[in-house]
């Protein structure tokens, strides 16, 4: 199967820069995968994503989304493929109310005003936002002004969404409340949507399908989360966080507990614990 | 120098049509020397309060006293300048305060404000900077060619050069990645021991108030309904979720297995947990 | 700063409110021609008597009105002023040195303060009852006939409805910087003049890097989201003339009729 985001050998230098933000990046994203992008700050994640959608042309090397390359030719075909949103909340809203911001897009795209009084009250209809439609951006909290982000990229109806470190300037409630609503659309558009979430929220990134890890700009490894996160020794060194039953693993270990070499979720952990206790 | 608040109330915006009221009948006392830590989930007054505490906003109701200076609703602005000079205030992306052309310049312009001379603050300031372990080579460099992880420490250390007594932390490590995170509540633990500090810290995240705090208020619209040790308040997770309050991971952790009838009692670190984990299977296992 | 009426907009649903932003702007032009056609006591007392009318009908209350006029009282003082001296006909009434006050002086600078009055009441009456965003749009559909000549409207339009959506993220964020420099020892608003200014500069720098970082990633969010220029979009938000518009413009070319007539009393 043709990949969703392919790079092939893609490398960026930022201008004035002694290093390369990314070295010679070669990787494959799968139709309707939710994958996870973890590194620590200045890895070059948000490089990465700015690449996808030609925010960043590449120094050197390839990249196509669904087939289509990445270049000035083909630059609106990939942005009505690529939906993103961005970390701050603030920045990235454009219109001077919550209806008029889900509009831009379509207004970008020369859609009719008719459909898009049908597609903007949609949109908000899906991030539960349509009461608040008329509401200007300064009378929003950061979670709701980033759920009006997720509807204007949902009402272009994209084939990617990312999320640019998306969660990490809103509260733990506002943070749950929108990776909730990103898993609901996810199930509801299954292998029609490709999520590409840049995060550092360890939970979240264990629920992704794939994980890629970034350091320095180089691609550390690409996998399944149970075995990215099994190596919490990695982990430490390049500066992440480690899931909980790893770390309670590391140290009880340390405690002269005889361990699972395999990974462990909390609730495995706890299962374990449990039986261990039950047998004495 | 201890802060008591008594029956602290107010309302932005007074006597307009505008008036919005952020606190009611607060009341609070924070130890000298101590390491509180003040959790609610957002517009639940924390930062309101710390706005009263730092003297920018006067409160309506009721009293603050802090050392030997009490405010009430007619104190006169003027007099509250002096007073904030033995408080540090870290603000939310306190890295947005840098104007000045040098991060050396940038951590001396508090002290001078507050009448150091200028050998003195470059003294204080140098101090402050090793302390945030900004490295010598940045001090002539401009700040806003800084990393961000960086420009947050200089930020801090402008604040911590200045000496105060109390050190007010509003949601410091937000934003930074999670070493990042863990570098910078290490460095105020720290910095709290060695300088004698009382660090009142804002936080949304319940593994640092379980791991640092011996004191914690609980805000929850606009008012303090619950302070106690990190033990105590963790102690009814059910309680904290009715507020939209997490528990340290550990907590959590050790409450479901407590739950399946394992002899647990809330731990509030890994450490912690670990322990009573050992002790609950009878000792290491290794052959 | 809140204190500032003008350019300020306050809900209602008054019919006023409901006018289509295009007629109120059009209207608040032409008022400004229409009242020289007064030339005498009636004909100032039918436009106040017009504007008062005007103003009732926006069910804001005649305060808020008087409120917005504080801010330029200086300006039409200095003005009022100056036309004492303008007028060198009529009747002395105090003569020294250079100057001299006449009573045709009196007369015109009365007039002219009258009449300044009337058209910022009367303007007040666009921007107290149109959100700023409909100003703007007012604006854009009213100056579209230059796009012929290669103004570029529609980038123009979306500047300043970005720009309005900005003000109060931007006035926030000052008062948080304002707040973290006060921390550090800053006194806004104390001491001389220049100190004063210099107090300012721990606040305009910051708020100016920040700004400059703000556009770039709105630049970001924008390209992202496929805008490419502002000719080829469709259009969202659009106005639209009712009823009630006609009957404004009739009522307001009565007035001018009204107004015209006065001139033979």
Known sequence: MQPIIEFKDVSFSYPNAEQPALKNLSLQIQKGDWVAVIGHNGSGKSTFAKLINYLLIPTSGSITVDGIPVDQEHVYDIRDLVGMVFQNPDNQFVGATVADDVAFGLENRQVPREKMLEIVPDALERVQMNAYAAREPARLSGGQKQRVAIASVLAVEPKVLILDEATSMLDPKGRREMIALVHELKQELGAELTVLSITHDIDEAASADEVVILNDGELMGVDKPEVIFSDAERLRRLGLAVPFAEQLKAKLKARGIKVPETYQTTEGMAEWIWQLHSKM | ?287 | MSNMILGRYLPGVSWVHRLDARTKFILSMLFIFVIFMANNIYGYLFATAFVALSIIMTGLGFKVFFNGLKPLAMLMLITTFLQLFFMNTGTVLVHWWIFTITTDGVINSVIVFVRFMLIIMFTTILTLTTPPLEVADAMESLMSPLRKIGVPVSELALMVSIALRFVPTLMDEAQSIMNAQRARGVAFNEGGLIQRAKSYVPLLIPLFVNAIKRAIELGDAMEARGYRDGEHRTKFRVLKYTKIDGVAFAAFFIFAIGLFATRFI
Do not use: C
């Open chain 2, 1 to 287: 120098m201890a802060i008591t608040f008594k029956n602290v109330g107010f309302t932005y915006q007074a006597g307009t049509p505008f008036a919005t009221p952020a606190l009611y009948d607060v009341n609070f006392n924070i130890p000298d020397h101590s390491f509180t830590a003040v959790i609610g989930h957002t517009g639940s007054g924390k930062s309101t309060m710390v706005q009263l505490l730092d003297g920018l906003e006067l409160p309506t109701d009721g009293e603050i006293t802090i050392g030997s200076a009490t405010i009430t609703a007619a104190t006169k602005r003027k007099t509250l300048n002096g007073m904030r000079h033995d408080i540090g205030m870290v603000f939310q992306f306190p890295e947005a305060q840098l104007f000045e052309q040098t991060v050396l310049a940038d951590v001396m312009f508090g002290p001078m404000n507050y009448g150091m001379s200028k050998a003195e603050a470059e003294i204080a300031a140098k101090a402050a900077l090793a302390l945030v372990q900004m490295p010598e080579s940045s001090y002539e460099a401009s700040p806003f060619d800084l990393s961000g992880g960086q420009m947050r420490r200089v930020a801090i250390a402008g604040v911590i050069a200045m000496e105060p007594e109390i050190l007010i932390l509003d949601e410091p490590t937000a934003g930074l990645d999670p070493a990042g995170q863990a570098d910078l509540m290490a460095l105020f633990a720290n910095l709290q021991k060695e300088r004698d500090l009382t660090v009142i810290l804002i936080t949304h995240q319940m593994e640092f108030v379980g791991q640092y705090a011996d004191n914690v208020l609980v805000f929850d619209a606009g008012s303090v309904v619950k302070t106690g040790t990190p033990a105590e308040i963790f102690a009814d997770s059910d309680w904290l979720r009715q507020k939209q309050l997490d528990v340290p991971a550990a907590t959590q952790f050790s409450d479901y297995l407590e739950a399946k009838g394992l002899p647990l009692h809330g731990a509030l670190d890994l450490d912690q947990l670990a322990d009573e984990i050992v002790g609950l299977i009878g000792g290491p296992t290794h052959e």
